[in-house]
């Protein structure tokens, strides 16, 4: 291994975070009851982006430690709540939801975040819509 390699190899990975583009992104999130008459788009923030990974490829000749999977999720959080209108008396018509002040690359946290990328989404609202803006 050449010393420009070598000292390629560490750099990156020690600074490999910097290179991140993890950042509060816009996110419409349309919430739907089946009890209710409309479907809430709710205008709100999420942690979306692009995280630096180290390739598992290598894990023979690296520790443990340098094989990171970090994902953008939440550095500061807090939850917001919407009324979702046309919804009957014995229903509760509330929503709450995430609002992103501030992300970071790192481990995904089962305690707030869905960390399994879905194949098949269902962002869409089938009633009429009412528009949410907090």
Known sequence: MTPFFAMSLLFGLTFGQTASLCAPSEYI??????????????????C???????DSNGKKLLLKSALSQNVCTYKEMFYQTALIPGCPHHTVPYYSYPVAVSCKCGKCNTDYSDCVHERVRTNYCTKPQKLCNM
């Open 48 to 54: 979306a982006g692009f995280c630096m990974t180290r």
């Open 29 to 46: 999130i349309h919430v739907e009851k089946r009890e209710c008459a409309y479907c809430l788009a709710i205008n709100t923030t999420i």
